[in-house]
């Protein structure tokens, strides 16, 4: 079985020299990044890590993400990426759903780290600043303006700086690591770079012999319709295949190894992995930036002459409508591709006649390892579609009652089957039996989205799952906002649906019934309860005091009457 570092190894053996990763203006070359994530291997295992081991990644897009991800990968042990706007109680979920024994956190959500370490398995925290990789010169600079968040941490045997990961794999190969001071400062980030010749034997050998690694590199969260966040467990076979065809799609306009891309996505989401990780095993160049905020992005797209953009629907729209748009040249682009949700035709649109170039879609889901269909680039394409099926997978468009196929161009539910298909969740198995089915003898994963496919093959998105929410490119289990509202003391039931809206997909509303005699309970309470046990992307914009909620002949909520009733208030 090829594993994704070994396809990282040769990408890093041909392009030692060439820029992979650029952040905040420090460039990491292929052999400098190889050698990063060798030491960070190394120190991983002093620290007790072993093959299958499992590791939640709660950062945001750094250096860091990527070379913890890929050290994981060299072990063999099972990545857990999270967003970091996860509060403590989903990090306790996760950690505790996951069995994860090891956390890379920043020092703004150490707090978070710490009041959840009692009650899970987690025995070694690596911390890291924004600007731990940057030079020092950067560091203090950075202090001085007051530029970048800052949190307390404590270091300890089982807390470690991410620099000290850096600095002791390298020295692991001729000293005994216990000969390390335990406290060594962040400034081990900035260690010594080794020959070419050293770095050739590390990638060619190994540090340490490890094994080869088991057949799941990463175990991603997505929300779903449950309450809980699903793990979908992705194997190195199923990554590679999806990460090929990501490449392949773009190709005609970009040749292998000639991209510079910027990192328009999360890295812990399945879209960020698939364009953005995807480049650094091809040999293109990724710039990292740790936020968004347009203007750094619109300069780092000038300044490096980027080629490849991504993102959201709602990012596209939010950069049409910058005010300070026309100040910068971002000419150089010459892909753009669009997922997470469906581009308004009027993006596209306007996007085509502002720039002259379209943006590409593609339809997928984490179950799904991204890409379903994608839009090949540098060919003409009908409007609005999700692209043609990508050669790997396999689908069926049937009836979602009878699961019958449907006839040539209509719609129905979509389902997805592929060789290395995820074949169910992380310890769900009643949630597995009910997305998951065998259908003619064959496993296919039942994605709940209503979808058609012309006589040419191109598919076209129609309709979601009812239950989830897409907001700002997040999937939102509208079941999960209900669950914590209703665990308030004065709310007696609550139904959440999503609100059509150009700018962020959906909006999420919240309809509450409160306890006969309560008083006094606003919305903003409710809203303060919230914040206290959601992501900010869960939190509900709106929240309406019902005295009843509509509800079927045998109890269940139902949210198409509530939608409906929205969209006609929109309509009126």
Not at 85 to 96: E, R, T
Not at 172 to 192: C, F, H, K, M, V
Not at 227 to 232: L, R, T
Not at 487 to 495: D, L, T, Y
Request: hydrophobic residues 40%; glycine residues 8%.
């Amino acid at each position: 079985m090829e594993s994704i570092y070994s396809v990282f190894e040769q990408a890093a053996k041909q392009f030692g020299n060439k820029t992979c990763l650029i952040y905040l203006g420090k460039e990491y070359t292929y052999s400098h990044l190889a050698e990063s994530v060798g030491n960070a291997a190394d120190s991983l295992a002093a620290l007790g890590m072993k093959q299958g081991d499992k590791a939640i990644i709660f950062l945001p897009n750094l250096p860091q993400w990527i070379i913890a991800w890929l050290a994981l990968q060299k072990m063999g042990a099972v990545a857990v990426p999270v967003t970091p706007f996860y509060a403590p109680s989903d990090l306790q979920y996760i950690a505790n759903d996951s069995g994860a024994e090891t956390i890379f956190c920043l020092d703004t959500n150490f707090g978070y780290v710490t009041r959840i370490l009692s009650e899970t398995k987690l025995k070694r925290v690596v911390v890291t600043t924004m600007i731990e990789v940057l030079p020092l010169w950067k560091r203090l600079l950075g202090k001085a303006l007051k530029k970048v968040p800052e949190g307390k941490f404590q270091l300890g045997e089982n807390t470690v700086t991410f620099g000290q990961l850096l600095k002791a794999g390298d020295s692991s190969r001729g000293n005994s690591r216990q000969s390390r001071p335990p406290s060594a400062g962040l400034e081990s980030a900035d260690y010594s770079p080794r020959s070419e010749a050293e770095r050739g034997a590390d990638l060619a050998l190994g540090r340490r012999g490890f094994q080869p690694p088991l057949e799941t590199a990463e175990i991603l969260y997505t929300g779903g319709t449950t309450g809980h966040p699903k793990g979908v467990p992705i194997s190195h076979t199923l990554f590679l295949e999806a990460m090929t065809e990501q490449r392949k799609s773009r190709a005609r306009l970009i040749p292998n190894a000639h991209d510079m891309l910027i990192q328009g996505a999360p890295l812990y989401h399945i879209l960020g992995q698939a364009v953005g990780l995807g480049a650094l095993l091809h040999g293109d160049s990724v710039i990292l930036l740790p936020r968004i905020n347009l203007d750094a992005m619109f300069d780092h797209i000038q300044r490096y002459r980027a080629t490849t953009f991504f993102g959201v629907p709602t990012m596209y729209r939010m950069i049409l409508e910058h005010d300070r748009l026309d100040q910068y040249k971002l000419d150089s682009l010459k892909y753009c591709f669009s997922g997470g949700d469906v581009l308004p035709v009027e993006i596209g649109n306007r996007w085509q006649k502002r720039f002259g170039k379209p943006i590409y879609q593609g339809y997928g889901a984490t179950e799904t390892c991204g890409g379903v269909s994608l839009t090949p680039a540098g060919q003409p394409f009908p409007e609005g579609t999700a692209g043609k099926l990508v050669p790997f997978q396999k689908i069926r468009i049937v009836n979602p009652d009878t699961l019958e196929a449907v006839a040539e161009c209509e719609s129905g539910e979509l389902l997805v089957s592929s060789e290395h298909m995820v074949g169910a969740y992380w310890n769900k198995p009643e949630e597995s039996e009910r997305c998951f089915l065998k259908v003619d003898g064959n496993l296919w994963y039942k994605t709940g989205d209503i979808v058609r496919m012309d006589k040419d093959g191109w598919l076209f998105f129609e309709d979601r799952s009812v239950d989830v929410i897409k907001h700002k490119g997040y999937r939102v289990a509208a079941s999960r906002i209900e669950a914590v509202l209703q665990e308030h003391s004065a709310v007696v039931a609550s139904c959440v649906v999503g609100i059509p809206d150009l700018n962020v997909g959906e909006r999420i509303k919240a309809f509450v019934v409160l306890k006969e005699d309560v008083k006094g309970v606003s919305a903003y309470d409710l809203t303060a309860w919230c914040r206290e046990r959601l992501a900010p992307y869960e939190l509900p914009h709106y929240i309406e005091f019902r005295d009843m909620l509509p509800k079927s002949k045998v109890g269940k909520l139902l949210r198409r009457e509530l939608r409906a009733e929205e969209r006609r208030k929109m309509e009126e």
